[in-house]
């Protein structure tokens, strides 16, 4: 679907690739989250039941500074805003690995998250800016999926005094100094959205849309955020859980792409509920498969296609129930949320060698959330019988 390019403002390839890196270097942690929190509790440092407290800090920090991020462009030079916030990762990255309690870590952790979601926004505001916001969230997602997939391979190869976990972060540290090289080239104005007019209020049917994609992508995160101890208990080591991580995050790879192609061709709201439903019964076999590895295998590849499969088929829904765009500027807001707090309702219903509790509690929310979107199914209809257009093509 291409918006017309009288209501959008794009970016030079240049400058929309520098904004895009920026988003892959704040999102490139939520891959790597299994495997360091993983590590942090088989080192001791925290407790099993802290990882989901430890992922929701973050990601919570991160929808905040997202936020925090869409405003400050508006007001300051963009690329100051991402160079300091680069700077800031950097920092606290590197801070993470001196944390000897887990309430040091938690705090350093968010902090890291507030400094990640800033560099987040500079994609999200380029990608709103865009005339053609679907290829480019498609673009934008595979290539986050393509950078996490390489960290998360090459994780287990990394070590600092002693500890791999303690790479990972150091890594992250030295990321985040290196992408100075490119967020000096954020435009200054990135923040200008004045091109699309006022704001409108967001109607019910898009509420109802985020809430689910919310709480599916909540489900997804938790089950990710506890793959690393599942494997772990399953007696895998941390070079085949880097190997099984790296895998699902390939997988994402081809979903996106097919996902880009059949959303503007097939729009609506089945394809979406069929990839929720069959995340359910993902998890549902990851509880069941045991120590057989043919069937984790199967399931780790079949969970990474279906992560961001059903992304660009939600834009197309958003877009179609709100012309203006005003809502699916929410939809990373929604899905950094929810996927903050299902890991945190995971950490509470998790104890020490038992995290199946967390798969199915990410099974069952996978599965409310195919009703929950099927909800606004009566109020398209209804926007079609009033005779309400949908976005352009």
């Known amino acids: 679907m291409t918006i017309g390019v009288e209501t959008a403002s794009p970016l030079s390839g240049v400058r929309m690739l520098a904004c895009l890196l920026c988003g892959c270097l704040g999102m490139l942690v939520l891959g790597l989250q299994p495997l360091l929190f993983g590590g942090l509790a088989r080192e001791g440092a925290i407790p099993t ?3 989901g407290g430890l ?11 997202s936020l925090a991020g869409l405003s400050l462009m508006r007001r300051l030079r963009g690329s100051r805003v991402a160079v300091l916030a680069a700077l800031g990762m950097s ?3 590197f801070a993470t690995i001196a944390g000897h309690t887990p309430t040091a870590l938690l705090c350093l952790r968010g902090l890291a998250g507030f400094s990640e979601g800033i560099l987040v926004s500079a994609a999200l505001i380029a990608i709103g800016r865009d005339a053609d916001p679907e290829r ?3 673009q934008f ?7 996490q997939a390489a960290a998360a391979f090459g994780l287990p190869g990394l070590s600092f005094g002693g500890s791999v976990t303690q790479g990972g972060f150091v890594a992250l540290a030295a990321l985040g100094f290196l992408g100075l090289t490119f967020t000096r080239l954020v435009p200054h104005d990135v923040g200008d959205m004045s091109q699309f007019g006022p704001r409108r209020r967001v109607d019910t049917a898009s509420w109802i849309a985020l809430a689910a994609t919310g709480l599916f992508m909540g489900a997804l995160v938790c089950g990710w955020s506890f793959l690393g101890q599942a494997l772990y208990y399953r007696g895998f080591d941390s070079s085949a859980q880097g190997a099984m991580m790296a895998a699902c995050l390939a997988a994402q790879l081809p979903g996106v792409a097919l996902a880009a192609y ?16 069959l995340v359910a019964l993902i998890l549902q076999s990851l509880i ?21 499969f059903s992304l660009p088929f939600l834009t197309g829904v958003l877009i179609r129930l709100d012309p203006t765009r005003q809502s699916s500027m929410y939809l990373s807001s929604s899905i950094l949320l929810g996927s903050a707090l299902m890991p945190l309702v995971g950490a509470i219903v998790t104890s020490e060698g038992n995290v ?7 099974r069952n929310a996978a599965g409310i959330s195919v009703l929950l979107i099927g909800l606004i199914l009566p109020l398209i209809w209804r926007r079609r019988e009033a005779g309400i257009p949908p976005a352009q093509k």
Do not use: K
Request: with cysteine; proline share 6%; aromatic share 12%.
């Open 55 to 65: 992922a929701a800090a973050e990601r919570v920090t991160m929808a905040l500074g």
């Open 141 to 147: 997602l595979a290539l986050q999926t393509a950078t």
């Open 91 to 93: 920092i606290t990255n």
């Open 288 to 308: 069941a498969a045991g120590h057989s590895p043919a069937i984790i295998w199967i399931c780790m590849f079949a969970y990474g296609f279906a992560w961001l």
């Open 262 to 277: 059949l959303a503007p061709r097939f729009p609506g709201i089945s394809p979406i509920a069929g990839t929720w439903l």
């Open 356 to 362: 199946d509790t967390a798969l199915a509690l990410a």
């Open 136 to 138: 480019r969230t498609a």
């Open 49 to 51: 039941a802290w990882i």
